[in-house]
Structure formats: structure tokens, C-alpha cells
């Protein structure tokens, strides 16, 4: 076979349209894009004007995003792997570039400390003092460990390479799942790119934590389950679903809330589609019921023989939850506010009121399209794509303060049905339509990014910024973090009563076992009253080895930011720390200021002076 | 069209050499992409089979969302990869291996070699049919075209590419960040009696001594001696002495540019009781309690 006869003598013109959506531009967008990025993360750590980075955030945001989007879009067949790993490279570059080089977010700091105790002590299921529940879930340590030793990088390194991994392997998987629901290499891309813009994507998702981990595992169980109910080999089919169970357990052994859906996904799925075969076309069901079968083992097992207290950890988020919609629906004050004062921009609220407005409007397409045809899908993509609309009444529990974070993280599981319909949509055949498919495909796009990040994580974590007190984020200081690493080499892995925002650092930065604040374990009485800690308090302290208090006096400048200094039961919520409060400390006989400062603070306890009178004159 | 002709034997044995060759090396960073290709190939291989013997695509030309879709075959190997590490950790827990360089290239290589065994071994089962796919005796030569290794190669020249250029945008937004540097001291009660947890014992009029350390971060401390301080029960320390020196290198550990040791010696108060007594060191302070009694 010759050269000339394998290729036709001219080429076929290349149309502008395809040119502009070729390789080399896609690239060339995105590296422009994620330099935008870097240039609004400059503006908002120089303090410029809320309303300047953000449009510059989104300037670079959408310029990388929009052409791998269209390429995706794009009709006809040719895959769309690469523009796929673009998209989960361009969704990742923003966490990444937040803090390239150290933990910033609240988990971050736990998981982190996680790895690096496992390395340094050679052990898995090590205590954690930030997320106790932590210990109990070795996946994400153990890997990073693994890769740490295995390829020479820091911790911290190892972390971000085990994230991004895990953050293309959401896409890929959601891209499969697809694939083998509608039979289309269409349908898995617009399927990965739709799931991409979920809330939890671009920041959530990305932080260095299990969920990042667990996430693409619980992705990777449906799509090969999903596999397996349609391959006719059943050498192969029961292969697939030992590999579903396994991966299954990776996810058990990585993360609690992922196993807690995936449960619940895999038994919705078995029930709906063994109920449901009887009207629609139905694939092996009891492929379904194995694999439920088969996680319901290992993740009994595991609660039952590792994290008993996972359903101690668990249950007030949930009942908790309920409670205060309870009470919402009656009226009470309980709930939060949205639209509360924030620096985010008039239109980015707006646009994210407007994104589960688009989601609304596909899953009604959806169900016009099922309506006509409703035998077109088997009954387990049915259920799939049903699982996808509980994402609507999570966006309720927005409202209550214990269920925000739930529902923040459901939407990684559920926006899977969504992406579904969103590609079963895509790929309906159109009749007569006016509509320029790809510029309305393309808004809703630009809705769901803008709206969708703009729904989930608030300002300080999102965006590098001047110090301000009482973020998770933007409240670290270097100071903090000398302080910890001074006091953990002089004094051990000691306990200490500290706020919330100092004790990131201490904890991470010293191994130090920080004191949680309860309504039975009153230790912010030692910082946030004026008086001297009741004679039981005073007891737990002495019984505990509370032997230090560390305060930062930037908590006596401003109210924090998050509302509270040491958690719920703070007696000074929502107000900043009198001065005098803090500066007491040095005028009390049991307690000695032995390590300072320009702001931070550790006295030494002497809980034993308490009651006695200091003298004055030399 | 030319091609290469694999014979499966070989191949196994050539991949398993070299597991046993980069676990074998002291840290060397292929390591990883070995052990973690090898294992998450491998399983893939178990799980899927090979592409010759696939035979659940929808029709004969559209693999899509069938096992033998290429997507699924590219993308699988790295998650079971993954899984096979963490699995390889979790086995070297459980055998209450220490958690080390050696604990997991030893547990690592191990199952990436029992996964490739196990691939291995998958293709002498009969297949479905009750034939044999493969035997041990004779095994059937697997032939790779030119053109294929020519298209899988043009296609890592452009993610290679691809990443060159990303990596590049990146390098050059984390540039664009300021990175502020704060500079302060810290200044510390030396430990011995900071740490005791009890006030420091003296007689009355007896010489207390305290020492203590300025470390300074984010740039070097002011050369000349800063002013120092002492207040006893809120008065000024009597015969108070003062020992400063001069800045000198810190332990490199800490991270600190400079620290400067002092001391002050002062007399105890006449009367017994307990006594707050506060050490001011340019604008810094820190204390103890003492407790005067004969």
C-alpha cells in the first residue's frame, strides 16, 4: 500500500469553525485563561475592588473554558477525550493556584497533617485532632503517602498530584457512564462537561481532602455497574462487577458521606429498576443488586471493625438539619440568610439564582422528550437521571446552617443524574428549530460555571486577599505557624485552648491537640469572658492536660468573619474579643505569658494558682 | 502495512523485570508510573479482556459504551492503578508492615506482579465458546501496525505538548502572585521555665534569673542591643542586670533568620507572696509568676 493511495490527493478544506476549535487553539485558550486567573488572584491579594477581580476572574475563566466547551459541543462523532482532560485540567487550575504550595483550606490542614503523620510514624489510622473522623478513613493518607515515597515529591505535592488524578478520573468516569447509557461519544463528553460545571467542582472538590478522593470512585462504581448490567459475557460481566465492588471499596475505605450516597444510589437504582422493568426496557438488574450486595459487605464491615463513630459524626448533620427547615417552615429565625452582605457582585448572585433556573428548564426538556418516547432509556438511566432532580430540594437545605454543608456536598453526587440529562437532552434529534443550538448550549454553559461557582464557596476561600480575621483562608499568618512549630519542639505534642482560625496552624503546623469547645467543655471561658474559669471548668483543664491557651489579637480588632471564634458555643458570637478580656491574662496568677508575638500569644497554665491574690511592689 | 509483532510471553516477562527493576533501584522516579501503570493495565486487562476477543460492542463498527470502548480502556488502567496502590498500602497496614519507602515498594511491587500474573493467566481460560483463547504452549502473536504506534505516538506528542504549555500558563499565574513576607520576632521564655507549669520559686531578696530568646523572622534583628525591662508586681525590678548577644545564626529547622539570647537577674521581693513579673524586650513582653518564700 502506497502513501498516495492511503491519503486522498486533496485534503478536505478546513472550515474556520473547525480551526478554531483545533487542538493548538483549545491549549492556547486555556493557558491564556489560566494566566487571567493568576492575574485576578493579583488583584484581590493587593486588596483591589471586589467587583474588578472577579470580572477579571471570569474574563480568564470563560476564555479558557468556552472553546473546549464548544468543541465538545460540537456535532458529529470523533473523540472527545482530550478536549475532556482539558476542561478537568481548566476546572482544577483555580484551587490550584489559590495555594500552590501549602494547605489553605480548613481540610486541607487535617488531611494534610493525616499524611504526614502516617509517613513520619509509619502507621495508617492515626488520631486527628482537626477531623477526628479522619482517622478513621485512611484512603486519602494512605495514597498520598504512597505516592510521596514512591516518587520523591513533598506531601503537599503528592496530594495535588493524587487530586488532579482524581479530578480527571471524575470526568472520565462521568464521560463512560454516559457512553454506556445513550451510546454516544457526543453524549459522554457534553455528560463530563455538564458534570464539570457542578457547585462542588472548581473549588470544593479540588481542595486536598477525601472527598476529592472518594468522589471519582463512587463515579467509576456506576459506570462500571452500568457496564455490566449490558455486557452479554458473563466471564466479563461478573469481572465488572468484582471490579465495581472493589472500587466500591476504595471509596468505603476513603470517605463516609461518598459510601452514605453511593448506598443509597446503588439501592434507589436496584429498587427503581426491579420495579420499574416491568414498563420500561430493563438491562440485568441483578447486576445491581450485587454490586449493592457486595458494598453493603465491605462498608458494614469497615463501620463495624474501623469507624464505629461515623454514625456519632454523621447524624447530627442530618437530623439537625430537618430540625431548623422545621423550623424555618414555622417561621422561627433559625435559618440563614441569602443574599447576605458579601463582596460577590450583583450579577454573579444573580446568575447563580439563575442556574438551577437552566437545570429546572432540562429536566423539563427531559421529561417533554421521555414523555413522547417513553421507552427510549432502560430503566436504570432512568433512574440515574431520577436521582439527578433531587439536586432541587437539596438546594433547600441551603437554608438551614446545618444542612448548607450537606447540600453543598451533595451536589457532587447528584449533578451525575443531572449531567445525564443534560446529554440525553443534547443528543434528542431536533426538529425544525430556530434555536442556534450551539450559542444556547454555550449561555447555559457560561450560566451553570458562573452560577454554579458562584453558588458554592464564599469569597475567602475562593480568592487570595489581604488578612482578615475569623476566614479559614485568609486568617493564616506566618506568625501563627512559627508560634505552633516553636511550641511543639519545645513542649511536645501538648493540648492547648485556642481559637478556631490559630489552632489550623497549631495543629497542622505542631501536632497539637486543640480543645473543641462544648456546651459541657466551656473552654472559651478562659479567652471570651472576663472572669476566671469556674473551679470545674478549671477541673477538665487540670484532668485533660489543658496546659496552654494561645489567643492571636487580631480576634480583639474584628468580629470574625465566620461569625465565631471557638465554634457554636462561643459566649461572643458574632462580636470581636474585648482587649481587656485578652490582656487580663497577664495580670491572673494562673497563667504566664511565656511566648509572644506582634499578635500572637501562649500562656502557660498554672490552673492550681487559681484563687490566689498576687502581690503588687518589689 | 509493516507491523510489530509482540509475542504476550515475553512481554509479561519483560514488564515484570522491570517491576522488579525499579523496586529493585533505590529511589528512582519511575517507580511510580511502573508500578501503577503495570498494576492498573493489568487489571484493566483482567476486568475487560483484550480487544481481540471483545465481542459486546452494540453492532461490529461502534464500541462506544461497550467493553471495548476506547475510552474506558484508556481511562480504567489509571483508576485500578490507583485502587491497586492504596490497596498495596492498606495490605502492608494490615501485615503491620511499617508505613515506609521499602514497606510500599515491597507491597506495591508485589501486587503489581500478582495483577500481571493474573492477566496472564486470564488468557489461557477458554473462552465462552469453550475453546481455548490461548494456550501456554502456544500462544498467539499479537501484531501492533506502525500505524497504530504512529497515531498513539502523534497523540502523546500532543498532550506532552498540551502539558509543556499548561504548565508554563501556571508557572507564570503563581508568578503573578505577590509573596508577602512578614517580619517580626518572637520572643520566648526559655523553657526550662516556661514549660514547669509552676511559679518560680525564690527567697526573699535572693538573685532571679530568667533567660530568654528574640528570634527574628522575615529579616534580620536590629544589630545594636534593644532596650530590656523588668517589672516585679508591677514596680521596676531591683538590681535588675541585663545580658544581651548579639544576633547569631538559628537552627536552620526553624526557619528563622537570626536569634539573639538574653537574660536578666534581678532581686526577688523581701515579702513572701506571689509575685507577676514581666520581661520586656524592645516592644515585646513576656512573664512569670514568682513565688518569694523562705
Known amino acids: ?618 | 502495512m509493516s507491523t510489530v509483532v509482540l509475542r504476550p510471553r515475553v512481554v509479561t516477562l519483560t514488564v515484570a523485570a522491570l517491576v522488579v527493576a525499579v523496586c529493585a533501584l533505590p529511589s528512582t522516579p519511575l517507580v511510580l508510573p511502573v508500578v501503577v501503570g503495570v498494576a492498573g493495565w493489568s487489571a484493566a486487562r483482567l476486568v475487560l479482556g483484550s480487544r481481540a476477543d471483545a465481542n459486546d460492542a452494540v453492532d461490529g463498527t461502534d464500541a462506544v459504551g461497550g467493553t471495548d470502548d476506547g475510552l474506558l480502556r484508556a481511562t480504567l488502567p489509571v483508576v485500578l492503578g490507583m485502587l491497586a496502590l492504596l490497596g498495596s498500602v492498606l495490605l502492608a497496614a494490615v501485615l503491620r508492615w511499617r508505613i515506609d519507602t521499602p514497606a510500599i515498594t515491597v507491597a506495591a511491587g508485589m501486587v503489581a506482579l500478582g495483577l500481571l500474573g493474573a492477566a496472564r493467566w486470564r488468557t489461557f481460560l477458554p473462552t465462552e465458546g469453550g475453546e481455548s483463547a490461548d494456550s501456554a504452549r502456544r500462544e498467539s502473536l499479537h501484531a501492533v501496525s506502525r500505524t497504530t504506534t504512529h497515531r498513539i505516538g502523534k497523540a502523546c506528542a500532543r498532550v506532552v505538548g498540551a502539558g509543556l504549555v499548561l504548565a508554563a500558563a501556571t508557572a507564570v499565574a503563581i508568578a503573578l502572585r505577590p509573596v508577602p513576607v512578614e517580619r517580626y520576632t518572637q520572643l520566648a521564655l526559655a523553657p526550662a521555665v516556661a514549660l514547669a507549669g509552676a511559679p518560680v520559686a525564690a527567697r526573699p531578696d535572693a538573685a532571679v534569673t530568667l533567660t530568654w530568646t528574640v528570634t527574628g523572622y522575615g529579616g534580620p534583628q536590629d544589630g545594636q542591643a534593644p532596650p530590656v525591662a523588668v517589672t516585679v508586681g508591677g514596680a521596676a525590678a531591683r538590681d535588675l542586670r541585663v545580658t544581651v548577644a548579639p544576633p547569631s545564626a538559628p537552627d536552620p529547622a526553624t526557619g528563622a533568620v537570626d536569634v539573639r539570647p538574653g537574660s536578666v537577674t534581678f532581686r526577688a521581693p523581701t515579702t513572701e507572696g506571689l509575685y507577676p513579673v514581666h520581661v520586656t524586650v524592645a516592644d515585646a513582653t513576656i512573664g512569670a509568676t514568682l513565688k518569694v518564700a523562705r
Open chain 1, 1 to 618: 500500500m502506497t502513501a498516495t493511495l492511503a491519503r486522498p490527493a486533496t485534503p478536505p478544506p478546513r472550515t474556520a469553525r473547525r480551526a478554531l476549535l483545533s487542538w493548538p487553539v483549545l491549549v492556547g485558550a486555556a493557558a491564556v485563561g489560566i494566566v487571567v486567573v493568576g492575574l485576578s488572584y493579583r488583584l484581590s491579594a493587593h486588596g483591589a475592588a471586589p467587583s474588578a477581580y472577579y470580572a477579571v476572574f471570569w474574563l480568564g475563566m470563560l476564555t479558557a473554558v468556552l472553546p473546549t466547551a464548544a468543541r465538545i459541543l460540537a456535532p458529529g462523532a470523533g473523540s472527545r477525550a482530550g478536549a475532556v482532560a482539558l476542561l478537568g485540567v481548566l476546572t482544577f487550575a483555580p484551587k490550584y493556584l489559590r495555594n500552590p504550595f501549602a494547605p489553605a483550606y480548613h481540610d486541607e490542614y487535617a488531611h494534610w497533617r493525616q499524611a504526614e503523620d502516617v509517613l513520619e510514624l509509619g502507621k495508617l489510622l492515626r488520631p486527628n485532632f482537626l477531623i477526628p473522623i479522619v482517622q478513621d478513613y485512611p484512603g486519602t493518607s494512605a495514597l498520598t503517602a504512597a505516592i510521596a515515597r514512591l516518587s520523591g515529591l513533598s506531601v503537599w505535592s503528592s496530594g495535588q498530584v493524587l487530586e488532579l488524578a482524581a479530578h480527571l478520573s471524575c470526568l472520565f468516569a462521568v464521560a463512560v457512564l454516559a457512553r454506556v447509557h445513550l451510546r454516544s461519544e457526543r453524549a459522554g463528553g457534553i455528560a463530563a462537561l455538564v458534570y464539570g460545571l457542578n457547585p462542588s467542582f472548581v473549588y470544593f472538590d479540588t481542595q486536598y481532602a477525601y472527598e476529592g478522593v472518594a468522589i471519582p470512585l463512587f463515579l467509576w462504581v456506576l459506570a462500571l455497574t452500568s457496564l455490566a448490567a449490558r455486557t452479554p459475557s458473563r466471564r466479563r460481566r461478573y469481572a465488572l462487577v468484582a471490579a465495581s465492588v472493589v472500587t466500591a471499596a476504595g471509596a468505603v475505605v476513603t470517605h463516609h458521606l461518598t459510601t452514605l450516597f453511593l448506598l443509597l444510589l446503588l439501592a434507589g437504582v436496584a429498587v427503581l429498576a426491579t420495579v420499574g422493568r416491568r414498563w420500561f426496557p430493563a438491562e440485568r438488574v441483578g447486576v445491581w443488586w450485587a454490586v449493592l450486595g457486595g458494598t453493603v459487605l465491605v462498608a458494614g464491615g469497615w463501620l463495624a471493625g474501623v469507624a464505629s463513630a461515623t454514625v456519632a459524626y454523621l447524624s447530627p448533620y442530618f437530623g439537625g438539619s430537618v430540625t431548623q427547615l422545621q423550623a424555618m417552615a414555622a417561621k422561627s429565625d433559625t435559618g440563614r440568610v441569602l443574599l447576605a452582605p458579601s463582596v460577590q457582585p450583583l450579577w454573579e448572585r444573580g446568575i447563580t439564582a439563575l442556574a438551577p433556573v437552566v437545570v429546572g428548564l432540562l429536566a423539563l426538556r427531559a421529561l417533554w422528550l421521555l414523555r413522547r418516547h417513553p421507552r427510549a432509556l432502560p430503566v436504570d438511566t432512568l433512574a440515574l437521571m431520577a436521582y439527578g432532580l433531587v439536586y432541587f430540594p437539596a438546594v433547600l437545605f441551603l437554608l438551614a446552617p446545618s444542612g448548607a454543608e450537606g447540600a453543598r456536598r451533595s451536589w457532587a453526587f447528584t449533578y451525575v443524574g443531572v449531567a445525564l440529562i443534560a446529554a440525553f437532552v443534547a443528543e434528542r434529534p431536533r426538529r425544525s428549530t430556530r434555536l442556534p443550538f450551539r450559542w444556547v448550549a454555550l449561555g447555559a454553559v457560561t450560566v451553570l460555571l458562573v452560577g454554579n461557582v458562584g453558588g458554592g464557596l464564599n469569597d475567602p476561600y475562593r480568592f487570595p486577599g489581604t488578612f482578615r480575621w475569623g476566614t479559614d483562608t485568609n486568617s493564616a499568618s506566618a506568625q501563627a505557624r512559627t508560634v505552633a512549630e516553636a511550641l511543639a519542639r519545645e513542649a511536645g505534642p501538648v493540648r492547648v485552648v485556642a481559637d478556631r482560625y490559630t489552632a489550623l496552624a497549631l495543629i497542622a503546623y505542631g501536632g497539637i491537640d486543640v480543645a473543641t469547645p462544648s456546651v459541657g467543655f466551656p473552654a472559651a471561658q478562659l479567652v471570651q469572658t472576663g472572669n476566671d474559669p469556674s473551679r470545674e471548668l478549671a477541673g477538665m483543664l487540670v484532668g485533660s492536660r489543658y496546659d496552654y491557651v494561645v489567643v492571636d489579637l487580631r480576634m480583639t480588632q474584628e468580629p470574625a468573619f465566620n461569625g465565631d471564634n471557638f465554634g457554636s458555643t462561643d459566649p461572643l458570637q458574632g462580636r470581636a474579643t474585648p482587649r481587656a478580656y485578652v490582656d487580663r491574662l497577664d495580670a491572673v496568677p494562673w497563667a504566664s505569658r511565656i511566648l509572644t508575638t506582634e499578635h500572637v500569644r501562649v500562656y502557660r497554665l498554672d490552673l492550681y494558682q487559681l484563687g490566689q491574690t498576687l502581690r503588687s511592689g518589689s
